[in-house]
């Protein structure tokens, strides 16, 4: 078989690779019918869960959406997307519990407060039907650290508008968080620079 035949070869077997491909995607699409918002959760003990989940912030505002974003657990300096939010799109509801990690306050009822406080304002975003998309970011810390009550967070997200759709991140969050999430991804931990003495770098990492 020539060089010409063997190309002519893999070409039409790619084809008709992509050809079955696609029957099946199509099929599928045709399956989802449901038309409402999604719960998503972004969990495992890798790097690029905030970071998935502010991807989503851009492309909602894309399309004109309104969108609010609740931090947990972040630190009193301006992360870098608080810095482009409030500079950049400051119709964006953007709040932050702004204490500090719980390793620098070191102080339990003090951060119970501020959860508490932070969840409010959250709860109150989880009824506002005019609200498309609300980032809960790095809120099952919360739920592992008992600093708030798992069973009413996993109501309150049941409980939202029905067009709403709500990003949860951070590691862990338990098995019936898990359960009422529409899509469940987990990020894993292969290798990260920190490990190998890499300092946390401005752009990247915060």
């Not at 070869?9 to 995607?25: F, G, I, P, Q, W």
């Not at 997307?81 to 964006?92: A, F, G, N, T």
């Not at 039907?129 to 996993?154: C, G, N, P, R, W």
């Amino acid at each position: 078989m020539t060089e010409e035949n063997k190309t002519q070869a893999r070409d039409a077997k790619h084809k008709a690779s992509m050809e079955k491909l696609k029957s099946k995607v199509d099929a599928r699409i045709e399956q989802a019918s449901i038309e409402k918002g999604v719960a998503l959760l972004l969990t495992g003990n890798g790097k690029g869960k905030s970071s998935s989940a502010f991807g989503m912030v851009m492309r909602a505002l894309g399309y004109g959406q309104k969108v609010a974003v609740v931090q947990f657990i972040k630190g009193k300096q301006l992360s870098g997307e608080e810095l482009y939010l409030r500079d950049h799109c400051p119709k964006v509801d953007f709040y932050q519990m702004g204490t500090g990690f719980t390793w620098n306050t070191q102080d339990r009822q003090a951060d119970i407060q501020a959860a508490q406080e932070t969840w409010a304002h959250a709860e109150k975003l989880l009824k506002d039907d005019s609200v498309d998309l609300l980032v809960l970011d790095e809120l099952t810390y919360m739920i592992a650290y008992d600093y708030l009550d798992a069973a009413k967070i996993i109501q309150a997200i049941e409980d939202r508008p029905y067009e709403q759709s709500v990003v949860v991140t951070g590691r862990g969050g338990g098995s019936n968080l898990r359960e009422v999430m529409d899509t469940v991804s987990e990020i894993n931990d292969v290798k990260h620079a920190f490990k190998a003495g890499i300092k946390a770098r401005r752009g990247v990492d915060y």
